[in-house]
């Protein structure tokens, strides 16, 4: 019989991912109903950047609101979150390589090579798929749990390409929110340097 902590993580996994795909949800009806703006295309790949962006610094802040809070619990969601990182940034692809490009290699090929925020972003995006593949409990056990995660500081990588994707393709007074998750991503890193120095 499961105990009332677990039913309050079930509970708490199910919120979130209500939560998690209304962005989606939002997305979905905006698009319907025409309703995206003079540049619809532009206005997807943007949210669905951002979206990825957000859940992948809220899965990074997992361990130090965990360690601050002592509130243990909280690791419970970070696969969760971490997922939903990939699923909007799937959707942040699919919106490059559908509606940019309607599935030509050949210019997909040639965007990545002469634009460098689509070379930086789609690295971006290649390091985030291993994080997605070894999620599960069965992976865990496959790799190891020390090698695991090793792994998973690869999401520290995709952090620093994201922001740097980010600040490359802002401009103006646009650059405010890049560097604003800039700074947010080096608090991060400070807090796990100094928890290593520490240790």
Same mark, same amino acid.
């Given at each position: 019989?499961?105990?009332?902590?677990?039913?309050?993580? @079930?509970?708490?996994? !199910?919120?979130?991912? &209500?939560?998690?795909? %209304?962005?989606?949800?939002?997305?979905?009806?905006?698009? !319907?109903?025409?309703?995206?703006? =003079?540049? =619809?295309?532009?206005?997807?790949?943007?949210?669905?950047?951002?979206?990825? !962006?957000?859940?992948?610094?809220?899965?990074?802040?997992?361990? =130090? *609101?965990?360690?601050?809070?002592?509130?243990?619990?909280?690791?419970?969601?970070?696969?969760?979150?971490?997922?939903?990182? @990939?699923?909007?940034?799937? *959707?942040?692809?699919?919106?490059?390589? @559908?509606?940019?490009?309607?599935?030509?290699?050949?210019?997909?090929?040639?965007?990545?090579?002469?634009?460098?925020?689509?070379?930086?972003? !789609?690295?971006?995006?290649?390091?985030?798929?291993?994080?997605?593949?070894?999620?599960?409990?069965?992976?865990?056990?496959?790799?190891?749990?020390?090698?695991?995660?090793?792994?998973?500081?690869?999401?520290? &990588? %995709?952090?620093?390409?994201? $922001? %740097?994707?980010? @600040?490359?393709?802002?401009?103006?007074?646009?650059?405010?929110?890049?560097?604003?998750?800039?700074? %947010?991503?080096? &608090?991060?890193?400070?807090?796990?340097?100094?928890?290593? $120095?520490?240790?």
């Amino acid at each position: 019989m499961a105990s009332s902590a677990d039913r309050n993580i @079930f509970l708490g996994k !199910f919120v979130l991912f &209500v939560l998690a795909l %209304v962005p989606f949800v939002l997305l979905g009806w905006e698009t !319907f109903n025409d309703q995206l703006g =003079p540049n =619809p295309v532009e206005t997807l790949q943007r949210r669905t950047g951002i979206w990825t !962006f957000n859940f992948l610094m809220l899965a990074l802040s997992i361990s =130090p *609101l965990r360690d601050i809070s002592g509130l243990s619990w909280l690791v419970r969601f970070r696969r969760m979150i971490g997922l939903f990182a @990939f699923f909007y940034g799937l *959707l942040h692809l699919f919106s490059f390589v @559908f509606f940019d490009h309607s599935l030509e290699l050949a210019g997909i090929l040639q965007d990545i090579r002469d634009r460098r925020f689509i070379a930086v972003g !789609f690295l971006a995006w290649l390091l985030l798929l291993p994080l997605a593949a070894t999620s599960s409990n069965w992976a865990i056990k496959l790799l190891g749990g020390r090698r695991w995660q090793v792994l998973q500081r690869l999401a520290y &990588v %995709v952090a620093v390409l994201g $922001a %740097v994707h980010y @600040f490359w393709l802002s401009k103006g007074t646009a650059l405010l929110w890049p560097i604003g998750y800039a700074t %947010v991503l080096a &608090v991060l890193f400070g807090w796990r340097i100094l928890k290593r $120095a520490r240790s």
